[in-house]
């Protein structure tokens, strides 16, 4: 039970009447014409508004008739101060656009900056049906700048993670791979260090909490990486790494290690259930295995793979094998933000993939965005039952763009971005008729458009931000 929960009111159960609710429960799917009743930071009770006996307890009610409900979803790894460069890295592939874009960019934000964006970028994903998020942030990383970003997100009402970007000192998969190494400032020991002075100042079980992310199995101190996983355990939290998302990555580590990413992982004993790997395209089959007998998770972001021409994951023979896939945006400056978009790209990545309608479908990559979601935070949400934690969205599919809407659950994952009215985050409306309820919208975003337009002059960056760009085959 969260710091939030324990303050509010317990004698007040608030009715979410009328809506047709999508549970992710297999027991009952969908429910029509169906209410949620809320008390606390929990779900009292999901079932049909004729069924439910008890309505006189409600103290409050409010009418969703019309709405689709459905679990908030899950963002399993994104990186929100990335937006300050949102656009300007189109066009490049991985390597060069870490080299000549991302981390030049990281290197120059200051704690101001990450504050002003991360504000902008978690209020836009909650605004969008994200109710959880966990965020990469590399930029910069000591602890004062970390806690604050995690108030910052709560402020916005989001559940989720800051994962606190882990570089270490240069090795060799860094120079390889040409990593800016103003990056490499903290000793291993320094990095451990400030992480447990984040861990101190900003104890887990919040609505968000501070993990290690060691940042790529590649390019960091293999010691440091089992570090991370060490503290994890300990602190009883996950960890998260970005993993195989480019061959040539593979290719690196081979070289120097003798062996593929996750079969030394597996050697080193790592693997697990509390730790996630982002993107993971490039498993050979015997990775595929340890990953999934150690039930670790995957975090795919479909939108991002295509917008750096990555590579499409193995979904099938991961699941198959037991690794717990979810779904990430990988932020904005690589085309993500939306899960309804994920959802709806790694379907259609995944047919082509294998040739098959049959290798994906809409009520597949929903349980991804929100049930193996919660598997991933390691909370009890990504389903609508009674006793679970009360984070759920309400969707107005009533325009001509979403109807018919005859099978509901391909109608939210096809339409792309289906128009997020309201939020709810443990038992707290957040977002009310597609406004927030916590912020100042407008405030948020001004502040964040100064802090990116000073970045990008100090960065040295704004010949990336052109008029225009003449197409390859243009017709003139
Ligand atoms: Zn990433």
Redesign the pocket.
Known sequence: MTATSKTRDFAEITFYEGADILTLDSRQPLIRNGTIAVAGDRILAVGSSADLAFHGVASRRVDWSGRVVMPGLVDG???LFQSLGRTLGDGLSLLPWLEKFMLPLAAHVRPEDAVAIIRLAALNSLLNGTTSIID?HYAPVDAETVVALATEMAATGVRGVVARGIFGPMVEGGRRMNCDPRLFRYSSQEEIEIMRDCLAAHPTGGLVEIWPMPENIVYLDPELIVACSDLARKHDIGWQA?CS?SRFEVEIFESIHGMRPAIWMEREGVLSDRASF??GIWYDDAEVEVLGQARANVVH?PI?NQYLASGIIRLGPLLEAGANVTL?S??TA?GGLSIFEAMKAGLLLQRIRELDPLATSAELMLELATRRGGRLLRRDIGQLRAGALADFVALDMTGLAHQPATRLATSVVMAGLPPVRDVVVNGDLVVREGRSTKVDQEKVLADALQATASLIDRAGLSTLAKDWVVPRYSVG
Request: proline share 0%; aromatic share 0%; hydrophobic share 15%.
């Open positions: 790894h994104s990186h990469n970005h998302e982002a993107h972001n991002c990430g990988d932020g690589v």
